[in-house]
Protein backbone atom coordinates (compact mmCIF):
# COMPACT_ATOMS: atom_id res chain seq x y z
CA UNK A 1 0.00 0.00 0.00
CA UNK A 2 2.44 2.42 1.06
CA UNK A 3 4.68 1.57 -2.12
CA UNK A 4 1.63 2.52 -4.18
CA UNK A 5 0.75 5.67 -2.85
CA UNK A 6 4.85 6.47 -3.07
CA UNK A 7 4.57 5.62 -7.26
CA UNK A 8 1.48 7.69 -7.21
CA UNK A 9 3.03 10.98 -5.59
CA UNK A 10 6.40 10.39 -7.81
CA UNK A 11 4.00 10.49 -10.83
CA UNK A 12 1.88 13.40 -9.85
CA UNK A 13 5.40 15.04 -8.57
CA UNK A 14 6.51 14.50 -12.47
CA UNK A 15 3.30 15.62 -14.07
CA UNK A 16 3.61 19.20 -12.09
CA UNK A 17 7.06 19.77 -13.22
CA UNK A 18 6.56 18.47 -16.82
CA UNK A 19 4.01 21.17 -16.92
CA UNK A 20 6.44 24.26 -15.27
CA UNK A 21 9.52 23.29 -17.20
CA UNK A 22 7.41 23.52 -20.27
CA UNK A 23 4.52 25.81 -20.50
CA UNK A 24 6.45 29.44 -20.37
CA UNK A 25 2.69 30.93 -19.27
CA UNK A 26 3.65 29.01 -16.37
CA UNK A 27 5.35 31.16 -13.66
CA UNK A 28 5.16 29.15 -10.38
CA UNK A 29 4.68 25.45 -9.39
CA UNK A 30 1.89 27.10 -7.32
CA UNK A 31 0.25 28.38 -10.61
CA UNK A 32 0.37 25.09 -12.04
CA UNK A 33 -1.54 23.22 -9.10
CA UNK A 34 -4.37 25.73 -8.76
CA UNK A 35 -4.70 26.53 -11.96
CA UNK A 36 -4.17 23.51 -14.92
CA UNK A 37 -6.95 21.51 -15.25
CA UNK A 38 -4.86 18.85 -17.34
CA UNK A 39 -2.99 18.17 -14.36
CA UNK A 40 -6.52 18.40 -11.82
CA UNK A 41 -7.61 15.41 -14.39
CA UNK A 42 -4.73 13.31 -14.50
CA UNK A 43 -4.74 13.30 -10.56
CA UNK A 44 -7.89 12.30 -10.77
CA UNK A 45 -7.58 9.63 -13.55
CA UNK A 46 -4.63 8.11 -11.66
CA UNK A 47 -6.78 7.51 -8.72
CA UNK A 48 -9.64 6.31 -10.65
CA UNK A 49 -7.13 4.23 -12.47
CA UNK A 50 -6.05 2.22 -9.57
CA UNK A 51 -9.57 1.64 -8.30
CA UNK A 52 -10.38 0.53 -11.63
CA UNK A 53 -7.45 -1.88 -11.44
CA UNK A 54 -8.62 -3.22 -8.27
CA UNK A 55 -11.98 -3.97 -10.41
CA UNK A 56 -14.09 -1.77 -7.70
CA UNK A 57 -17.47 -1.08 -9.60
CA UNK A 58 -18.97 2.33 -10.81
CA UNK A 59 -16.71 4.93 -8.62
CA UNK A 60 -14.27 5.17 -10.74
CA UNK A 61 -16.71 5.72 -13.96
CA UNK A 62 -18.52 8.52 -11.38
CA UNK A 63 -14.85 10.29 -10.73
CA UNK A 64 -14.02 10.41 -14.18
CA UNK A 65 -17.83 11.79 -15.01
CA UNK A 66 -17.18 14.45 -12.25
CA UNK A 67 -13.56 15.45 -13.36
CA UNK A 68 -15.12 15.84 -16.77
CA UNK A 69 -17.80 18.40 -15.64
CA UNK A 70 -14.97 20.19 -13.28
CA UNK A 71 -11.99 20.10 -16.34
CA UNK A 72 -13.66 19.57 -19.31
CA UNK A 73 -11.50 16.66 -20.37
CA UNK A 74 -12.72 12.81 -20.18
CA UNK A 75 -10.32 10.17 -19.27
CA UNK A 76 -11.89 6.85 -19.12
CA UNK A 77 -10.15 4.95 -15.79
CA UNK A 78 -9.06 1.67 -18.37
CA UNK A 79 -6.80 3.78 -20.17
CA UNK A 80 -3.56 3.51 -19.94
CA UNK A 81 -1.14 6.44 -19.86
CA UNK A 82 2.53 6.99 -19.26
CA UNK A 83 4.39 9.27 -17.21
CA UNK A 84 4.87 12.67 -17.86
CA UNK A 85 1.92 13.81 -20.22
CA UNK A 86 0.78 17.64 -20.68
CA UNK A 87 -2.51 17.98 -21.84
CA UNK A 88 -2.25 21.84 -22.37
CA UNK A 89 -5.35 24.02 -21.63
CA UNK A 90 -7.59 20.47 -22.25
CA UNK A 91 -10.73 21.64 -22.62
CA UNK A 92 -12.53 18.96 -25.06
CA UNK A 93 -10.54 16.05 -24.69
CA UNK A 94 -11.37 12.92 -24.70
CA UNK A 95 -9.49 9.41 -24.15
CA UNK A 96 -11.06 6.41 -24.55
CA UNK A 97 -11.29 3.19 -22.44
CA UNK A 98 -8.69 1.27 -23.90
CA UNK A 99 -6.13 3.55 -25.25
CA UNK A 100 -2.78 3.51 -24.41
CA UNK A 101 -0.22 6.39 -24.30
CA UNK A 102 3.91 5.92 -23.54
CA UNK A 103 5.73 8.65 -21.71
CA UNK A 104 6.46 12.39 -22.38
CA UNK A 105 3.34 12.93 -24.48
CA UNK A 106 2.18 16.36 -25.37
CA UNK A 107 -1.86 17.00 -25.98
CA UNK A 108 -3.55 20.11 -26.88
CA UNK A 109 -7.22 21.08 -26.36
CA UNK A 110 -10.09 19.19 -28.30
CA UNK A 111 -7.74 15.99 -28.80
CA UNK A 112 -9.81 12.77 -29.21
CA UNK A 113 -8.16 9.36 -28.48
CA UNK A 114 -11.66 7.58 -29.56
CA UNK A 115 -13.19 3.97 -31.23
CA UNK A 116 -15.16 4.19 -34.36
CA UNK A 117 -18.13 1.84 -33.82
CA UNK A 118 -19.36 -0.54 -31.47
CA UNK A 119 -16.16 -3.31 -31.74
CA UNK A 120 -15.08 -4.57 -28.97
CA UNK A 121 -11.77 -5.37 -27.43
CA UNK A 122 -9.03 -3.41 -27.82
CA UNK A 123 -10.83 -0.03 -30.00
CA UNK A 124 -8.56 2.83 -28.94
CA UNK A 125 -5.37 3.83 -30.48
CA UNK A 126 -1.91 3.33 -28.73
CA UNK A 127 0.22 6.06 -28.37
CA UNK A 128 3.88 5.91 -28.58
CA UNK A 129 6.25 7.81 -26.51
CA UNK A 130 6.93 11.55 -27.18
CA UNK A 131 4.07 12.18 -29.53
CA UNK A 132 2.54 15.53 -30.19
CA UNK A 133 -1.58 16.00 -30.55
CA UNK A 134 -2.06 19.23 -32.14
CA UNK A 135 -5.26 20.69 -31.51
CA UNK A 136 -8.40 19.45 -32.60
CA UNK A 137 -6.68 15.94 -33.97
CA UNK A 138 -8.68 13.24 -33.93
CA UNK A 139 -7.10 9.78 -33.60
CA UNK A 140 -9.95 6.72 -33.89
CA UNK A 141 -9.52 3.23 -33.70
CA UNK A 142 -7.06 0.50 -32.94
CA UNK A 143 -3.93 1.97 -34.52
CA UNK A 144 -0.98 2.38 -33.34
CA UNK A 145 1.43 6.21 -33.70
CA UNK A 146 4.72 5.35 -33.06
CA UNK A 147 7.04 7.20 -31.33
CA UNK A 148 8.39 11.15 -31.36
CA UNK A 149 5.07 11.37 -33.72
CA UNK A 150 3.45 15.21 -34.75
CA UNK A 151 -0.16 15.41 -35.45
CA UNK A 152 -0.90 18.63 -37.07
CA UNK A 153 -4.50 20.20 -35.84
CA UNK A 154 -7.14 19.29 -37.08
CA UNK A 155 -6.47 16.12 -38.31
CA UNK A 156 -8.31 13.17 -38.42
CA UNK A 157 -5.86 9.74 -38.31
CA UNK A 158 -7.51 6.43 -38.95
CA UNK A 159 -4.39 4.16 -40.01
CA UNK A 160 -1.12 3.61 -38.40
CA UNK A 161 1.53 6.01 -38.39
CA UNK A 162 5.08 5.03 -38.45
CA UNK A 163 7.46 6.49 -36.15
CA UNK A 164 9.40 10.22 -36.76
CA UNK A 165 6.45 10.87 -39.26
CA UNK A 166 4.46 13.98 -39.13
CA UNK A 167 0.45 13.57 -39.94
CA UNK A 168 -1.99 16.63 -41.43
CA UNK A 169 -4.82 16.86 -43.11
CA UNK A 170 -8.46 15.09 -43.30
CA UNK A 171 -7.93 11.77 -43.77
CA UNK A 172 -4.51 12.33 -42.09
CA UNK A 173 -1.69 12.23 -44.21
CA UNK A 174 2.30 11.26 -43.55
CA UNK A 175 4.13 14.72 -44.62
CA UNK A 176 7.94 14.11 -45.28
CA UNK A 177 8.75 18.11 -44.88
CA UNK A 178 7.99 18.67 -40.74
CA UNK A 179 8.18 22.55 -39.46
CA UNK A 180 9.76 22.59 -35.88
CA UNK A 181 11.17 25.08 -34.13
CA UNK A 182 14.84 25.05 -32.48
CA UNK A 183 13.21 22.98 -29.79
CA UNK A 184 11.99 20.37 -32.09
CA UNK A 185 8.23 21.29 -31.50
CA UNK A 186 5.90 21.33 -33.98
CA UNK A 187 4.94 25.10 -35.86
CA UNK A 188 1.31 23.87 -36.53
CA UNK A 189 0.75 27.41 -38.39
CA UNK A 190 3.23 26.54 -40.64
CA UNK A 191 2.03 22.63 -41.31
CA UNK A 192 2.36 21.47 -44.99
CA UNK A 193 -1.32 20.71 -47.09
CA UNK A 194 -0.44 17.15 -48.61
CA UNK A 195 -2.96 17.48 -51.09
CA UNK A 196 -2.45 21.19 -51.88
CA UNK A 197 1.11 19.87 -52.63
CA UNK A 198 -0.21 17.30 -54.63
CA UNK A 199 -2.07 19.67 -56.64
CA UNK A 200 0.58 21.83 -57.26
CA UNK A 201 2.27 18.83 -58.52
CA UNK A 202 0.02 18.02 -61.21
CA UNK A 203 -1.08 21.31 -62.49
CA UNK A 204 3.39 21.95 -62.68
CA UNK A 205 2.87 19.22 -65.23
CA UNK A 206 -0.13 19.85 -66.49
CA UNK A 207 1.37 22.92 -67.52
CA UNK A 208 4.81 21.10 -68.91
CA UNK A 209 2.43 18.91 -71.52
CA UNK A 210 1.03 21.84 -73.09
CA UNK A 211 4.27 23.11 -73.63
CA UNK A 212 5.76 19.99 -74.95
CA UNK A 213 2.62 19.86 -77.81
Known amino acids: MFTTIRRGISKVNEDIRVIYENDPAAKNLLEVILCYP ?3 ALIAYRFAHRLYKWHI ?15 GIEIHPGATIG ?9 GVVIGETTT ?8 QQVTLGGTGKETGKRHPTIGNKVILG ?7 NITIGDNVRIG ?10 ENSTVVGVPGRITHRAFVDDNGNLM ?13 RLKAEIEILKENK
Open 38 to 40: GLH
Open 57 to 71: PLIPRHISYLTRIIT
Open 83 to 91: RRLFIDHGE
Open 101 to 108: IGDDVLIY
Open 135 to 141: AGAKVLG
Open 153 to 162: AGSVVIEDVP
Open 188 to 200: HNRIPDPITCELN
